[in-house]
């Protein structure tokens, strides 16, 4: 049996954003663990809209009380996605630049401190969605820009050795998923969506080492 403490730090779609059970994948994804007689403590530090620029300013604080030095803790990213939907029209929220530097500087950070796993934003709707989350603010993804930046976090992980898990480019090409994607609102899974990443990050190899 392996123990282990788990921070899962991203955007709405690791806090299970679209999931009617509330769970989201860090939570399947850990319970699978459990069930194979793994002890996982699960520790969603997901947080809606956020960009890499939000996730590097909260992400070590909030890790570090939760992964003490006598545990066994890791840690793993999920970060892009906000950072390519555009803005009432005003462009992106991050410049792609800034937020391949800023990602890649906050995932090397963490890879000294805790062994950690890098996992790429996921396909939005074909046709561009837009998410309304508050009055006069309109963010609109592009599954173009997502994968032109997925494509740039992988060059970078591989620059700083760590482990990166492409989701962008197979599950754009799946039936099952882009169904999932006009079943919800274009941007998040819907549960079986959420249980389906888990079950493709469950298999990665990276992740698979950990146990």
Same mark, same amino acid.
């Given at each position: 049996?392996?123990?282990?403490?788990?921070?899962?730090? *991203?955007?709405?779609? #690791? !806090?299970?954003? %679209?999931?009617?059970?509330? &769970?989201?994948? $860090?939570?399947?994804?850990?319970?699978? /663990?459990?069930?194979?007689?793994?002890?996982?403590?699960?520790?969603?530090?997901?947080?809606?809209?956020?960009?890499?620029?939000?996730?590097?300013?909260?992400?070590?604080?909030?890790?570090?009380?939760?992964?003490?030095?006598?545990?066994?803790?890791?840690?793993?990213?999920?970060?892009?996605?906000?950072?390519?939907?555009?803005?009432?029209?005003?462009?992106?929220?991050?410049?792609?630049?800034?937020?391949?530097?800023?990602?890649?500087?906050?995932?090397?950070?963490?890879? *000294?401190?805790?062994? #950690? !796993?890098?996992? %790429?934003?996921?396909?939005? &709707?074909?046709? $561009?969605?837009?998410?309304?989350?508050? /009055?006069?603010?309109?963010?609109?993804?592009?599954?173009?820009?997502?994968?032109?930046?997925?494509?740039?976090?992988?060059?970078?992980?591989?620059?700083?050795?760590?482990?990166?898990?492409?989701?962008?480019?197979?599950?754009?090409?799946?039936?099952?998923?882009?169904?999932?994607?006009?079943?919800?609102?274009?941007?998040?899974?819907?549960?079986?969506?959420?249980?389906?990443?888990?079950?493709?990050?469950?298999?990665?190899?990276?992740?698979?080492?950990?146990?």
């Amino acid at each position: 049996m392996t123990v282990l403490r788990i921070c899962f730090i *991203g955007d709405s779609v #690791t !806090l299970g954003t %679209g999931d009617a059970a509330c &769970r989201g994948w $860090p939570s399947y994804l850990s319970a699978l /663990e459990m069930d194979r007689g793994h002890d996982v403590s699960c520790y969603n530090l997901g947080v809606r809209a956020e960009t890499s620029l939000d996730l590097e300013k909260r992400w070590r604080a909030e890790a570090a009380p939760r992964l003490p030095d006598h545990v066994a803790g890791k840690l793993v990213f999920m970060v892009g996605l906000n950072d390519c939907a555009d803005f009432n029209g005003t462009g992106t929220r991050v410049d792609p630049a800034l937020s391949l530097e800023t990602a890649k500087t906050m995932v090397a950070e963490a890879a *000294g401190w805790k062994p #950690t !796993l890098w996992i %790429g934003p996921t396909p939005v &709707r074909k046709q $561009p969605p837009m998410i309304a989350p508050g /009055e006069g603010i309109r963010f609109t993804f592009d599954r173009a820009r997502t994968a032109a930046l997925n494509d740039a976090y992988r060059a970078a992980a591989a620059d700083i050795g760590v482990p990166f898990l492409d989701l962008h480019a197979p599950l754009a090409e799946d039936a099952g998923w882009n169904a999932d994607m006009e079943a919800g609102d274009g941007v998040h899974p819907t549960q079986a969506g959420h249980q389906r990443l888990a079950e493709v990050i469950a298999d990665w190899t990276a992740w698979r080492d950990w146990f």
